[in-house]
Structure formats: C-alpha cells, structure tokens
C-alpha cells in the first residue's frame, strides 16, 4: 500500500544546515514534494523533485532522491528561525497529483 | 491576493449541524482539490474536480460529506449532522492541468465541532 513516513521532530542550530528524511513505499511515485506549514497557516509548498532525478537545488534548499531505497531527503543550509515550521514530504502516483502525504517533521530551532 | 482563498477561516458549530465552506482558487487553475488534516496527521484527499466535473472521491468522504464546483470555478465542501469526529481543518488547493509545479493551498477552514 501507499504510505509516506518521516521523524517526528528536528532540532539544529541556528546556522548548521537541517536534513528531513522522507521515506516512501510505491515505486510508482512520479513526483516528490517538500511542503513547508507554519503554526495555523495552509501548506507552501518548497519544492518538488520527478521520479526521474536524483538531485534539484533551489538556493539553501537541495532535496536528494534515492529511488532504489525509497529515500528523499530535503537540506536547508544556514538553517534561520523562520524555517521553523513542519515540514512535509508527499508523494503523487499518477497524473491527477493526488498527494500521498507524510505526517511531517517538526523542525526546531536552537539558538 | 490572487491565492487559493478559503472562508470561513473558522467555524465553531454544535454536533448535528450543517456546515459548508467556501474555497476560491487561483484564477487560471481548472484543477480543485479538497483535502482534511488533523492535529500532528499529514493532509488526508478528499475529492478532486476538474473544472466543474468531480473525478474522484475518496472513502473517507462519507455520505455527509458533498462537494460542488458548479461552474468550474469556486468550490463548496458541506459537512450535514456534523459529528466531533469532523473536527479537522479543511484545505483547498488549485492547480493547473499541465503544470505539475502549481499544487497551491488555502490557509485552510479550522472547523471544531462541540
């Protein structure tokens, strides 16, 4: 069956670099996301990668794909207090984009 | 704003009642979705419309749960009888039918049930 899972919670400090593991179960996956939610607010989303790839990199965000282990990862680099927020992978099977999604990571901030 | 917008951004309602959101999407957009989250839970889909037609359906929308998009625009969620269980916030998103970089989301619909 379809299913996305990811750690529960993050911390770093301020100025090392964030990495959010994703892991995903169908092989037929055609696109992978990074949506980024802050507390109350709706779902932004950061950036995608196609099943096709291995690596896309969008200024402090680079996300990592292996798709022989089912692995996605999304780094921040120089990780600042407004990247607090939960972070979540999703996974989209078929043209509709009908998302699959984690139940995202909780990204913490040390000063 | 030419965002996904939703209303009511919160809605308090007694169980049994009738509940109905709104969402606008982005102009350009003729793909609609409907999708549910619970507290420390990911998005869970509800529905889909393409323009005005619904294409698909998920089991979890049961049959108090009806969506329309009468002219492929705008797009309505009602919730009949509400249970506490409904207690959720209730995200639209819009997107476009080539553009596979154009999934945007609403702030979303906080609906608590008492």
Known sequence: ?111 | DTGVSQDPRHKITKRGQNVTFRCDPISEHNRLYWYRQTLGQGPEFLTYFQNEAQLEKSRLLSDRFSAERPKGSFSTLEIQRTEQGDSAMYLCASSSATGVDTIYFGEGSWLTVV
């Open chain 1, 1 to 111: 069956g379809e299913d996305v899972e990811q750690s529960l919670f993050l911390s770093v400090r301020e100025g090392d670099s964030s990495v959010i593991n994703c892991t995903y179960t169908d092989s037929s996956s055609t696109y992978l996301y990074w949506y980024k939610q802050e507390p109350g607010a709706g779902l932004q989303l950061l950036t995608y990668i196609f099943s096709n790839m291995d690596m896309k990199q969008d200024q402090r965000l680079t996300v990592l794909l292996n798709k022989k282990d089912k692995h996605l990862s999304l780094r921040i680099a120089d990780t600042q207090t407004g990247d607090s927020a939960i972070y979540f992978c999703a996974e989209s099977l078929d043209s509709n984009y009908q998302l699959i999604w984690g139940a995202g990571t909780k990204l913490i901030i040390k000063p």
